[in-house]
């Protein structure tokens, strides 16, 4: 399946298509403010379930990652469910109030688009798929298509092969990752060009 762009922020690829990694990266490296110290990243889910561990499965890989500085909420050991998100919400933005939220969490949908991952300019309503009423939560959101929407959607996330979801959060995880190392380069090769014409007078 082809990666395609839905408007400005509106983009989805599934995860195992060619340059996955490479493409998502670009897009967030468009999209999020890898400059900024109030980028907050809230992996929502919970390991009690196969299918909406995508979250923590991400969140634990971004914070094993010794290069990535910013704050990450919701991992294998720590997660961020319906007990905590409101929680950890409004201590969030307590502490940070101009925090811009990347939102991730593993979502149902139909059967063509399992495996794909839609990033998307607004936030999202977790728990919507399994009937619970928790915050809209993200500046942008990243959701996974993790198994088939429209029928006793509970069990379904509950009986998700883990495989998937972990599969996924690798892709994301590096594509993150890659991403983060990308906006570095390309204020050093800032750093560098306004410095050659500063001295040239170019």
């Given at each position: 399946?082809?990666?395609?762009?839905?408007?400005?922020?509106?983009?989805?690829?599934?995860?195992?298509?060619?340059?996955?990694?490479?493409?998502?990266?670009?897009?967030?490296?468009?999209?999020?403010?890898?400059?900024?110290?109030?980028?907050?990243?809230?992996?929502?889910?919970?390991?009690?379930?196969?299918?909406?561990?995508?979250?923590?499965?991400?969140?634990?890989?971004?914070?094993?990652?010794?290069?990535?500085?910013?704050?990450?909420?919701?991992?294998?050991?720590?997660?961020?469910?319906?007990?905590?998100?409101?929680?950890?919400?409004?201590?969030?933005?307590?502490?940070?109030?101009?925090?811009?939220?990347?939102?991730?969490?593993?979502?149902?949908g139909k059967s063509?688009?399992?495996?794909?991952?839609?990033?998307?300019?607004?936030?999202?309503?977790?728990?919507?798929?399994?009937?619970?009423?928790?915050?809209?939560?993200?500046n942008i959101s990243?959701?996974?298509?993790?198994?088939?929407?429209?029928?006793?959607?509970?069990?379904?996330?509950?009986?998700?092969?883990?495989?998937?979801?972990?599969?996924?959060?690798?892709?994301?995880?590096?594509?993150?990752?890659?991403?983060?190392?990308?906006?570095?380069?390309?204020?050093?090769?800032?750093?560098?060009?306004?410095?050659?014409?500063?001295?040239?007078?170019?």
């Amino acid at each position: 399946m082809r990666a395609t762009t839905i408007s400005t922020y509106d983009y989805r690829i599934h995860f195992e298509e060619s340059g996955a990694i490479w493409k998502l990266s670009s897009v967030f490296l468009e999209h999020l403010p890898f400059n900024s110290s109030d980028l907050t990243f809230f992996c929502i889910g919970t390991d009690r379930s196969t299918g909406d561990s995508l979250g923590p499965l991400t969140g634990s890989r971004l914070t094993e990652s010794h290069i990535f500085p910013f704050p990450v909420f919701g991992t294998l050991e720590n997660p961020l469910h319906a007990l905590n998100l409101q929680v950890k919400f409004d201590e969030t933005i307590a502490m940070k109030p101009n925090s811009y939220i990347v939102a991730i969490d593993a979502c149902l949908g139909k059967s063509s688009s399992i495996g794909q991952l839609l990033i998307h300019n607004g936030p999202l309503q977790p728990g919507k798929a399994v009937g619970k009423e928790l915050p809209a939560v993200g500046n942008i959101s990243i959701k996974g298509i993790v198994n088939i929407a429209g029928f006793m959607e509970h069990a379904v996330l509950q009986s998700t092969r883990l495989h998937l979801p972990f599969e996924m959060s690798r892709t994301l995880s590096r594509a993150l990752l890659l991403a983060y190392n990308r906006s570095k380069s390309e204020c050093i090769d800032n750093r560098y060009n306004n410095s050659y014409y500063k001295n040239t007078g170019n």
